[in-house]
């Protein structure tokens, strides 16, 4: 969530990177710094009946002590109305903040000045392109018909147990799918981030702290009896582990990861590029999540991008790195990038991950902040990325490793798998 203070004294700005990330109610901007008038306003006039009231009060009671007391009951008699006037206002100042905070919540994150204007994907601008493309004899297999080939992941009996985008791994698709799980975390720990394990409901401050709700609900689960969402990402829990805490500055960064299966209703989604694991309701990911130093943040997200950059290197998939137009950016996000690795059976790049700068969007909602040497307090930025999503790696290392005795393994998958080759 943006601070007011700032859309005051930054509203041409604001409306110009609003229109970066093709925001369709730039009108908000006015109205919140109206309705911010209004606010300060009404608390002006509020403080000032309340100090004539307090005023009063201390007359009051010097009038008593010095035996005036039919002047002191004069005066007595005014306290009523100046009950009821400050009652008003504070009616009114009540009214005025949700009213303000109701048009706050609707306003997206603003994007970095490097986010590229654009409307679509085909905007997006690429920064790099590493490994190369394999090239694969013409009856190569999508992962899908691999999968079935070799006994690794049954999607109609995924549709029968509950249904379409709930595959069940099997055999060595549920080693290979548990290896990746592994690695994935073994490395983020040697990058310095702490696993933890989280709770895959949360509530509905939760999604609101990481700016899922009110903007992204229509794509979770909702639990209605009990108010709680099924998790779209881990983020959403790991970050929220820092809701209204105020950590020490040499705290930071502080790093976290965790797996968890990541929930998704992924409404609207049809057709052949959806196909076996393009695109889940269920999911397993690894998440990485900071919380850093407004001055180290971008610094931080680099960082964060070399590490699942360093990932597929490792695993031997050929990838670019993306950064998002503003009209393809998520809400609450300031910069991200996107990992894409080719799928070649497909021939189509498949998306792996995205890393994301929120700079203080979350952390204003989340009151996350850190108290610096000289004692006073400011909200972090906060940082996640997938490190990495599953579906996406496991098909594209099946199709892009296919051979005719089998699919090999990558080298750094051995000793988790425990095989060389799924034959």
Known sequence: MLQVSYIRDNREQVLERLAVKNFKQPELVDEIIELDDKRRSTQTSMDNVSAEANAAAKQIGELMRTGKKDEAEGIKAKTGAWKEEIKKFGDLLAATEEELYQKLVLLPNLPHSSVPKGLTPEDNEVV???????????????????????????????????????????????KLQRALINYFIDEAEKAGYSEVSVPLMVNEASGFGTSQLPDKEGQMYHVGI?????????????????????????????RNCGHTPCFRREAGSYGAHVRGLNRLHQFDKVEIVTIAHPDKSYEILELMSNHVQGL??????????????????GFGSALTYDMETWSAAQQRWLEVSSVSNFETFQSNRLKLRFRNADGKTQLAHTLNGSALALPRIVATLLENNQTEKGIKVPEVLVPYTKFEWID
């Open 312 to 329: 597929l290197k490792n695993l031997g998939l050929p990838y670019r790195v993306l950064r998002l137009c503003g009209g393809d950016m």
């Open 226 to 254: 009990d108010n709680l969402y099924l998790i779209p990402t881990a983020e959403v829990p790991i970050t929220n582990l820092y809701r209204d805490v105020i950590v020490k500055e040499d705290q930071l960064p502080i």
């Open 128 to 174: 790099l392109e590493n490994g190369d493309k394999p090239e694969l004899p013409a009856d190569a297999l999508p992962h899908w018909e691999l999968a079935a080939k070799y006994g690794l992941i049954d999607f109609e009996l995924g549709v029968k147990i509950t249904g379409a985008g709930f595959p069940v791994y099997k055999g060595k698709g549920a």
